[in-house]
Nanobody, 127 residues
Framework: QVQPVESGGGLVQAGGSLRLSCAAS????????MAWFRQAPGKEREFVAA??????????YYADSVKGRFTISRDNAKNMVHLQMNSLKPEDSAVYYC??????????????????WGQGTQVTVSS
């Protein structure tokens, strides 16, 4: 059973930074595809970033809206994945969810591809 647990959300001013963390159980965590999604009030849950295991080590993927500002990383020794968020904007305000899948999905950016979800952590960016 994989149960992601997020931490690190909060309130920050526009232009500031936050780092989200997600702890996930599992003996083969290093092979999991890990992702972050977010959901703002009245909107659908959207893809933010993902990190997968590849033969060369790992690959990362980002939504266009966060590319260059957010960085996803993983610490396999600690079964954790992080999302470093810089240059935050008010439109980044949302509940951020950590998602996991024990293999590589065909569609990394689809919320339907992930089997396991955390409870979410609120990120609020004030203008």
């Amino acid at each position: 059973q994989v149960q992601p647990v997020e931490s690190g959300g909060g309130l920050v001013q526009a232009g500031g930074s936050l780092r989200l963390s997600c702890a996930a159980s599992g003996r083969t965590f290093s092979t999991y595809t890990m992702a972050w999604f977010r959901q703002a009030p009245g909107k659908e849950r959207e893809f933010v970033a993902a990190i997968i295991l590849t033969w060369s080590g790992g690959s990362t993927y980002y939504a266009d809206s966060v590319k260059g500002r957010f960085t996803i990383s993983r610490d396999n020794a600690k079964n954790m994945v992080h999302l470093q968020m810089n240059s935050l904007k008010p439109e980044d305000s949302a509940v951020y969810y950590c998602a996991a899948r024990t293999d590589r999905p065909a569609e990394l950016t689809s919320r339907h591809a992930y089997n396991y979800w955390g409870q979410g952590t609120q990120v609020t960016v004030s203008s």
